[in-house]
């Protein structure tokens, strides 16, 4: 009689496998434990046929369950279920490493349980027979070869019948395996496709893909983690899958395949995008809400870090609202948000983001304004749309109050301009309403500010007032120091130390980015040059360039101009782009760019992902790398969306032959997630702030000589930690 053993702390789930196990067969044994310890005790003198358990217990997980289980040479080869989920990937490969041989996504799906523990039982059975009739009989070789073809399609079963599509590939890319559901999927049998290259079976497109990262595979001799997909149906049905290959090794221990595996998360990605858009729509308008805002704000801000991207926030909240939902019920409120919500969206581009905040509340973002006026122009507008008087079953006529400010220079953070609007629209409500206000009570001291900011700053490069800041980047897989950001700041004579936030938009607005931006090149340039003088090593100095710079100035010759006159390699500059200067596809720039590759400057895309991302620039334009934007590494930990985008930016920066540095990494759990997702190289606070050139020097002269490596125990916190 088979035995199986259930292992989960929860009652309810070892009720819900035990009435799942006993359809399997009519007679069965089936002991279920709450505890893992029990459950080994039982074990010391009784066997099984098949485990399923829990991975997360409070007593042991069931990795180390695992791992106690095949330390008795009895249970070597039982088959062993770990029940986890799809987020947690470190877990089911930590359970796999211990000895499990399959794993369940939880909540378990019925018909999944019931078909994997069968294929499982089966093929414990077929081992226990095969055991039985080696210990029995003096087996001919002829009888042991028929043993092991057996165990053999026993086991090509059990793969045929896994819900997954499988395939194997030589080092030509040719079929050498193909099994029934992937097959079936495409409407071909198995042995049709084994000796076809890879391309009969996935298309071109996919096939391109899919050679690109087996390659990768047989260079490394390392798995790959899963990545998803998009896959269409010969039908032409969408569907997703969750992809992992993984080397396969012939009998002298030489990589001769790679494997494949395909998993169809179609059901759950539909499902957290549904629970997702819940999470960040409001349920009444359809409108993003504060969640949703809160995180449009923080890419425009990322987007703006280096001055050359301005937007505007409008916090619009009605006038007569309260009076409607008092005189006619929260029926007809409830209606009338909605038209405000239709024709607020109506008003303004795709472009732009429309939210409510709660209650009578909305917001608008406004990207990309070149000035002041052009948020006035909108608010305007929106007073206009909902005064409107017409005779007609569509006019609002309820009338608001708007609150303006302007990023970056009323805030560098969503909710610091979140409360700014705010305040400014409690000043316009507070003079009757019907009116906005800017977060100033008027313009003219904001006006008087920036001018005398702008005398300031002109006199800055001619004082000697700008310093720079270096921050180190550091190579993941070797964990050397490999280059340098260089960061500008002023040193104020009155303020102090500012970072580039408070005053570079200005100097975009004034052409004062132009001398600028030189005096940052040529410096960066001439202390590149003096480190590689002393023998600092052969490090790469990553400069920042405004899309202005490209426009309106040849930047190889400027380029040309610093390399001659510092004497520093070309090899170790790297100039960094916005994702703004490529989508334009200028001829120009494109030129340029050419011309600075050819002189050995290398050229990384930065901030990837927080502006419009196309393949089609990453393609065309001759770069080396990209720079994932610190906002989604900030969220690694928290936010699954901000994995996979990270896992997204990896995957295609390999596949496009390109080095992939992750920014702002703080904390040892992101750089171990960097690390798992094959990220190249890193920088951020967990290793050091940016630093003045001569503590620089310093940290480099205690981290990265030792010959083992750099040791990055402590963190430097002492300088402004802003870009």
């Keep these: 009689m088979p035995k199986i053993v259930i292992v989960d702390d929860s009652s309810t789930n070892q009720r819900i496998y035990s009435k799942l196990a006993r359809q399997l067969e009519s007679e069965l044994d089936i002991r279920a434990f709450g505890n893992p310890r029990k459950a080994l005790e039982w074990m010391t003198e009784n066997t099984a046929d098949l485990i399923i358990t829990d991975y997360k217990m409070p007593d042991m997980t069931g990795a180390d369950l695992t791992a106690a289980i095949r330390t008795d040479v009895r249970n070597w080869d039982v088959p062993i279920i770990v029940v986890t989920a799809y987020s947690d990937q470190e877990f089911r490969v930590t359970a796999l490493e211990a000895g499990a041989t399959d794993f369940l996504l939880s909540p378990v799906d019925h018909v999944e349980f019931l078909a994997r523990a069968k294929n499982l039982l089966k093929l414990r059975a077929q081992q226990l027979l095969i055991s039985k009739r080696a210990d029995q009989l003096e087996i001919s070789l002829h009888a042991k070869e028929q043993l092991l073809r057996e165990s053999r399609e026993a086991l090509a ?3 045929d019948t896994v819900p997954a599509m499988i395939n ?3 080092r030509d890319g040719r079929c050498v395996f193909v099994n029934a559901h992937q097959a079936a999927f495409f409407g071909k049998a198995p042995a049709d496709l084994v000796g076809q290259p890879i391309e009969a079976l996935l298309g071109e497109d996919r096939a391109h893909i899919s050679r690109r990262l087996d390659q990768l595979v047989l260079k490394t001799g390392r798995a790959m983690p899963p990545r998803q997909e998009d896959v269409w149906a010969p039908d032409g049905e969408h569907r997703i899958y969750l992809t992992s290959k993984a080397p396969l ?3 002298m221990g030489e990589i001769a395949s790679v494997l494949s595996t395909s ?6 990605r539909h499902a957290e995008r549904r629970l997702l858009h819940i999470v960040n729509h409001d349920p009444l308008t359809g409108l993003p809400n504060r969640v949703m805002l809160r995180d449009h704000l923080r890419r425009e801000l990322a987007r703006g870090r280096r001055g050359d991207q301005n937007f505007a926030l409008h916090f619009i909240d009605l006038d007569r609202f309260k009076a409607v939902n008092d005189a006619h019920g929260h029926h007809r409120g409830d209606a009338l948000l909605q038209r405000v919500a239709e024709a607020l969206r109506t008003l303004v581009g795709e472009d732009h983001t429309v939210a409510r905040l709660g209650g009578d509340e909305f917001a608008i973002l406004q990207p990309d304004i070149d000035g002041p006026e052009d948020a006035g122009r909108l608010a305007e507008s929106i007073l206009a749309l909902l005064n409107s008087t017409e005779d007609s079953p569509l006019a609002l006529n309820i009338g608001a109050s708007i609150g303006v400010t302007l990023a970056p220079l009323d805030g560098t953070d969503p909710d610091e301009l979140l409360k700014n609007s705010d305040q400014a629209m409690y000043l316009a409500k507070s003079l009757g309403g019907g009116t906005w206000r800017f ?14 900011l702008e005398t300031e700053l002109r006199g800055a490069l001619s004082r000697q007032e700008f310093v720079l800041f270096y921050q180190p980047q550091v190579d993941l897989r070797s964990q050397k120091i490999v280059g340098a ?12 130390l500012l970072a580039p936030g408070s005053f570079l938009g200005l100097a975009e607005e004034t052409g004062l980015i132009l001398p600028i931006n030189e005096w940052v090149l040529n410096e960066a340039c001439r202390q590149g040059a003096a480190w590689e003088a002393i023998g600092l090593g052969d490090l790469r100095i990553a400069v920042n360039m405004s899309p202005i710079q490209f426009r309106r100035q040849g930047v190889e010759g400027l380029v040309k101009d610093a390399l001659r006159a510092s004497g520093m390699r070309p090899t170790s500059l790297e100039l960094e782009l916005t994702e703004g200067i490529l989508l334009g596809h200028d001829e120009q720039i494109v030129k340029q760019m050419h011309v600075l590759r050819s002189l050995g400057v290398t ?5 990837f992902g927080t502006g419009y991302s196309s393949l089609s620039y990453l393609r065309s334009f001759p770069l080396h790398r990209l720079k994932i934007d610190r906002s989604f590494v900030q969220d690694l930990g928290s936010d699954p969306s901000a994995l996979a985008i990270v896992r997204t930016i990896i995957d295609l920066g390999h596949i496009l032959n390109l080095q992939v540095l992750a920014e702002g990494v703080e904390t040892e759990a992101q750089l171990s997630l960097l690390r798992l997702e094959g990220c ?16 620089f020097v310093a940290w480099v002269a205690r981290h990265g000589r030792a010959s083992s490596g750099p040791s990055f125990g402590a963190t430097e916190t002492e300088h402004a930690r802003a870009d």
């Excluded at 998993?263 to 759950?268: A, L, R, Y």
């Design 485 to 496: 950001e260089a960061l500008l700041r002023w040193q104020h004579p009155q303020r102090g």
């Design 263 to 268: 998993i169809d998360i179609t059901e759950q």
């Design 249 to 251: 090794y012939d009998g």
């Design 157 to 159: 079963q059990v793969i």
């Design 168 to 170: 194997a590939t030589d």
């Design 680 to 695: 190249d190289e890193v920088q951020g606070y967990h290793f050091s702030g940016p630093l003045p050139p001569d503590a």
């Design 439 to 452: 977060f100033a009570a008027d313009m003219r001291p904001r006006a008087s500010q920036t001018a005398h």
């Design 603 to 607: 050229l990384s895309v930065d901030d």
